[in-house]
Nanobody, 124 residues
Framework: QVQLVESGGGLVQAGGSLRLSCAASGRTFSNYVMGWFRQAPGEEREFVATISRVGTNPYYGDSVKGRFTIFRDNAKNTVYLQMNSLKPKDTAVYYC?????????????????WGQGNQVTVSS
């Protein structure tokens, strides 16, 4: 089992920045591809970003490309999502997730472990 705990969400004005953190425990963190997803009210869960086990080859959803950055620190068992130039449409509950495979994947059903979610609200 892998336990994931997100932090860092909150309320921010449009154009501002937030950094989400996701701390992992339970298994060897570097054995997992990590991803971020989000879900707005009434919407399906949306892929945001993913990163390889060693922290290379970040891959982003089209709606966040150029504004968000995913990175990880395997020594701290933590993955981060730096969010810049935030827009009201970024408002959602953000989830981190872990996948035990090797390749980068963007489908939520591929991820075996999920955090509890963290609210991000962007005001206009």
């Amino acid at each position: 089992q892998v336990q994931l705990v997100e932090s860092g969400g909150g309320l921010v004005q449009a154009g501002g920045s937030l950094r989400l953190s996701c701390a992992a425990s339970g298994r060897t963190f570097s054995n997992y591809v990590m991803g971020w997803f989000r879900q707005a009210p009434g919407e399906e869960r949306e892929f945001v970003a993913t990163i390889s086990r060693v922290g290379t080859n970040p891959y982003y959803g089209d709606s966040v490309k150029g504004r968000f950055t995913i990175f990880r620190d395997n020594a701290k068992n933590t993955v981060y999502l730096q969010m810049n130039s935030l827009k009201p449409k970024d408002t959602a509950v953000y989830y981190c997730a872990a996948y035990s495979g090797v390749r980068l994947v963007r489908a939520d059903h591929d991820y075996q472990y999920w955090g509890q979610g963290n609210q991000v609200t962007v005001s206009s």
